[in-house]
């Protein structure tokens, strides 16, 4: 690959850039055309426990720098990102597919939540109550909570890492960050970054390793981890949770989804044609928000899977380098498999595909409309993280708030309506931790982003992210009256 002095192939812990013992790699591959672009170390569980400890050391150090001194720490960091946007992008997009536009955009906003929580160190402020006895005075204080561990997923290379440690770095957290085993080499060039930025030894650590399973067992079991961050799958996420018992570890969880995007028949179809776009091929389908099942009310259903089958048709599919290409590819075999399996069983149950259906080469899969789709389809029930959109049918506002909390997911939801009483109701109504109301995008790092149900729990980003990473202290003074 052309040079790029932010590719780092070596593990990040305790100031150093380290190698595995055992001297094993895994290879790091482009999606788009399949070659290899790197190996990076396979850390073992034993390596990951040393990482562990050098955090734990690092710990009160960097607990007792003033809040200004770890903002300013941040301020370096985030200049560093922006002035390296260019570069980051393109790791981002060779190892993980995503289009060079929207690899620029994830760089932004990956670095939008460190200079968000740069801001935020200087008001993690706690409050002073108002005692119940004349002798007491009673004042909240919020501290760091210790080590914090952060397990990303690969659609977001960047911008995960940034929403989790910005907000424990602030607090005078430590880190220590698993990268995903498809996408590292984005996450080691920002840990490169946190190193000219000038974070102390043990304060930011990255470690990469192919041992998913014994590692994210280490990170939950481990006490000196005092809390664990993870986004990824809903499966996953219980199999932390029940690992984070035995520590009873704090957690943030950041799961599947299975979105709707409700279009009433009051709605500015062109708008919502628009917002179904942007939220189902970002990514080329492959983010948690992304929208999964479209509904739309009946008299305008015909006239909407027209237009949005037009739009769809007009995407342009390639390798994400060439800056016009719209939709990259998926990220692996097993993603492709999974569309393939959606879309057969959606077409075997009557699904009408107005636009794509089908596998192209490599890892590409052209974006497909399924009209007619019915509740019994595997994609009304599951994710399918990939360019597939089928459109449901209602004919009422309560038959579509039923159809769009029929799962047992709850993180992002949208509706298009022009009527604002019906706008409330809809968006009362939706059991979502997320609502888009004529709006397809809705991430930003200064609103609160989470779900409910088996999406998770915890919030990231926004005012609310801080007191996810830090405790709070109740301290009571007694005896105040007497001199
Ligand atoms: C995700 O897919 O997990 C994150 C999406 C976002 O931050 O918008």
Same mark, same amino acid.
């Given at each position: 690959?052309?040079?790029?002095?932010?590719?780092?192939?070596?593990?990040?812990?305790?100031?150093?850039?380290?190698?595995?013992?055992?001297?094993?790699?895994?290879?790091?591959?482009?999606?788009?055309?399949?070659?290899?672009?790197?190996?990076?170390?396979?850390? *073992?569980?034993?390596?990951?426990?040393?990482?562990?400890?050098?955090?734990?050391?690092?710990?009160?150090?960097?607990?007792?720098?003033?809040?200004?001194?770890?903002?300013?720490?941040?301020?370096?960091?985030?200049?560093?990102?922006?002035?390296?946007?260019?570069?980051?992008?393109?790791?981002?997009?060779?190892?993980?597919?995503? /289009?060079?536009?929207?690899?620029?955009?994830? /760089?932004?906003?990956?670095?939008?939540?460190?200079?968000?929580?740069?801001?935020?160190?200087?008001?993690?402020?706690?409050?002073?109550?108002?005692?119940?006895?004349?002798?007491?005075?009673?004042?909240?204080?919020?501290?760091?909570?210790?080590?914090?561990?952060?397990?990303?997923?690969?659609?977001?290379?960047?911008?995960?890492?940034?929403?989790?440690?910005?907000?424990?770095?602030?607090?005078?957290?430590?880190?220590?960050?698993?990268?995903?085993?498809?996408?590292?080499?984005?996450?080691?060039?920002?840990?490169?970054?946190?190193?000219?930025?000038?974070?102390?030894?043990?304060?930011?650590?990255?470690?990469?390793?192919?041992?998913?399973?014994?590692?994210?067992?280490?990170?939950?079991?481990?006490?000196? /981890?005092?809390?664990? @961050?993870?986004?990824?799958?809903?499966?996953?996420?219980?199999?932390?949770?029940?690992?984070?018992? *035995?520590?009873?570890?704090?957690? @943030?969880?950041?799961?599947?989804?299975?979105?709707?995007?409700?279009?009433?028949?009051?709605?500015?179809?062109?708008?919502?044609?628009?917002?179904?776009?942007? @939220?189902?091929?970002?990514?080329?389908?492959?983010?948690?928000?992304?929208?999964?099942?479209?509904?739309?009310?009946?008299?305008?259903?015909?006239?909407?899977?027209?237009?949005?089958?037009?739009?769809?048709?007009?995407?342009?599919?390639?390798?994400?380098?060439?800056?016009?290409?719209?939709?990259?590819?998926?990220?692996?075999?097993?993603?492709?498999?999974?569309?393939?399996?959606?879309?057969?069983?959606?077409?075997?149950?009557?699904?009408?595909?107005?636009?794509?259906?089908?596998?192209?080469?490599?890892?590409?899969?052209?974006?497909?409309?399924?009209?007619?789709?019915?509740?019994?389809?595997?994609?009304?029930?599951?994710?399918?993280?990939?360019?597939?959109?089928?459109?449901?049918?209602? @004919?009422?506002?309560?038959?579509?708030?039923?159809?769009?909390?029929?799962?047992?997911?709850?993180?992002?939801?949208?509706?298009?309506?022009?009527?604002?009483?019906?706008?409330?109701?809809?968006?009362?109504?939706?059991?979502?931790?997320?609502?888009?109301?004529?709006?397809?995008?809705?991430?930003?790092? /200064?609103?609160?982003?989470?779900?409910?149900?088996?999406?998770?729990?915890?919030?990231?980003?926004?005012?609310?992210?801080?007191?996810?990473?830090?405790?709070?202290?109740?301290?009571?003074?007694?005896?105040?009256?007497?001199?």
């Amino acid at each position: 690959m052309q040079q790029n002095n932010l590719i780092k192939t070596e593990a990040y812990v305790n100031g150093k850039w380290l190698k595995a013992t055992s001297g094993k790699t895994f290879d790091v591959t482009n999606p788009a055309t399949g070659e290899v672009i790197a190996a990076v170390p396979d850390m *073992s569980r034993e390596e990951v426990r040393q990482a562990i400890d050098a955090a734990d050391r690092a710990w009160p150090a960097y607990r007792d720098m003033t809040a200004k001194e770890r903002s300013a720490l941040m301020r370096r960091w985030f200049d560093l990102i922006m002035e390296h946007k260019e570069e980051l992008a393109r790791i981002m997009t060779i190892e993980s597919g995503k /289009v060079l536009t929207e690899s620029l955009g994830e /760089v932004s906003y990956g670095a939008s939540f460190v200079e968000w929580f740069a801001e935020e160190a200087k008001r993690a402020y706690g409050d002073v109550i108002p005692p119940p006895t004349k002798d007491r005075r009673l004042v909240v204080i919020k501290q760091s909570i210790g080590v914090v561990a952060a397990i990303t997923p690969w659609n977001f290379p960047l911008a995960m890492i940034t929403r989790k440690v910005g907000p424990a770095l602030v607090a005078g957290s430590p880190v220590l960050i698993k990268p995903p085993s498809e996408t590292p080499l984005t996450g080691l060039a920002i840990a490169a970054l946190a190193e000219q930025a000038g974070f102390p030894p043990g304060v930011y650590n990255t470690i990469t390793t192919t041992d998913s399973k014994g590692i994210g067992k280490e990170l939950c079991e481990n006490p000196k /981890v005092r809390k664990l @961050s993870f986004t990824g799958s809903t499966p996953v996420g219980k199999v932390l949770m029940s690992q984070c018992a *035995s520590t009873l570890k704090k957690l @943030s969880l950041e799961l599947g989804g299975n979105a709707p995007f409700i279009v009433f028949d009051d709605a500015d179809v062109d708008a919502a044609v628009k917002g179904a776009i942007v @939220s189902k091929f970002r990514h080329n389908g492959q983010t948690c928000v992304c929208v999964n099942r479209l509904l739309v009310q009946e008299k305008i259903y015909d006239e909407f899977v027209e237009k949005f089958s037009r739009a769809v048709a007009e995407l342009k599919i390639g390798n994400g380098l060439d800056k016009s290409v719209q939709l990259g590819p998926l990220i692996s075999e097993k993603a492709i498999e999974k569309v393939t399996e959606h879309v057969e069983d959606a077409v075997s149950k009557g699904a009408r595909v107005t636009y794509g259906g089908e596998r192209m080469k490599g890892l590409f899969y052209k974006p497909t409309v399924l009209a007619d789709a019915t509740a019994d389809m595997i994609i009304a029930r599951e994710e399918v993280f990939g360019p597939v959109a089928p459109v449901f049918r209602f @004919s009422t506002e309560d038959e579509a708030i039923k159809m769009a909390n029929d799962t047992q997911y709850g993180l992002a939801s949208y509706f298009y309506s022009q009527d604002v009483n019906r706008c409330w109701r809809v968006a009362e109504a939706l059991e979502y931790g997320m609502v888009g109301i004529n709006e397809g995008l809705i991430s930003t790092e /200064v609103a609160p982003f989470g779900g409910i149900k088996e999406s998770g729990f915890g919030r990231e980003g926004s005012k609310y992210g801080m007191d996810y990473f830090m405790e709070i202290k109740y301290l009571c003074f007694g005896g105040v009256d007497k001199p």
